[in-house]
């Protein structure tokens, strides 16, 4: 039986660490490809030294060039670069737009059929370069974001009750951002609506928490950003992919209607299995929500018209 084959672009913390989750769960041969010499080789030398310790085969390979990636099931792009002093929005949009674009020809070209994760920030409209590029069907290009504003702000929850992270479940729509919507109507801890556990005020901060997830951590690290809990949500979107799981899950998807969203990536429900996504789940959003959803996907479209012109 052939091993499932996942490509990692980019070899930094997110991408280095993803590669890392991927490999640990030993079901896939794992290729880190990064524009910087010995880097992608020398992290994927360590990674596969690791593997007779953990529990593994060392089957990863690192590279600086597209060669070894022909044939990927799975194309992940964290590949980008972080804003720099004196660096406008525009500038970013226009850098990590050639990035993205380049990485993906270079998946489309090599792995006709793969499907492809977009981790690279600004997230939604990175989605668009890649789809853009690669001409695949909606179903094969994702972003992650959802599942990780989910997870922080399941986490947030959990401390606050005292409880289990694993009981408490809730999701987060909207763009990568701080427009993005955590969903209150639909969070439980339980079985219990979270409504009930908490006081509208103190969830209303909450909620700010979670959408000033990513800001939080950057302030703290001051050089850097999160990467432990972006990969470990790359790593469940692959799982549900390699394992056709069906998991129902909030990811970037390019709606076409859904949501009252058309042409554009935004996050969504979606159900996620082999072929990529299989559908995107429409739910009832209270007023506030979907008000708010709408809000948050003005905004992406905002970026992605500017994105148009850099």
Known sequence: MRRTKVTVVGAGNVGATC?????????????????????????????????????????????NTYDDTSGSDIFIITSGLARQPGMSRDDLLQKNKE??????????????????????????????????????PRQRVVGMAGILDSARFRTFLSWELGVSAKDVNGFVLGGHGDTMVPCV?????????????????RLEEIV???????????????????YYAPAAAVAEMVDAIVFDQKRILPCAALCQGEYGIDGLFVGVPIRLGAEGIEEIVEIELNDREREDLGKSADTVRELVDTLAQV
């Open 208 to 226: 700010q928490r979670t959408r000033d997830g990513g800001a939080e951590i950057v302030k703290l690290l001051e050089k850097g950003s999160a």
């Open 19 to 63: 590669a890392q989750r991927i490999a640990e769960r030993d079901y896939a041969d794992v290729v880190l490809v990064d524009i910087v010499e010995g880097l992608p080789q020398g992290k994927a030398l360590d990674m596969n030294q690791s593997g007779p310790v953990v529990g593994y085969e060392p089957n990863l390979i690192g590279t």
């Open 99 to 136: 990035i993205v674009g380049g990485v993906a020809r270079e998946a489309a070209d090599r792995s006709p059929d793969a499907i492809l994760i977009v981790v690279t920030n600004p997230l939604d409209a990175m989605c668009h370069v890649a789809s853009d590029a690669t001409r695949f």
């Open 185 to 201: 109507s639909y969070t439980t801890v339980a079985g219990v609506p979270v409504e009930q556990r908490i006081t509208s005020d």
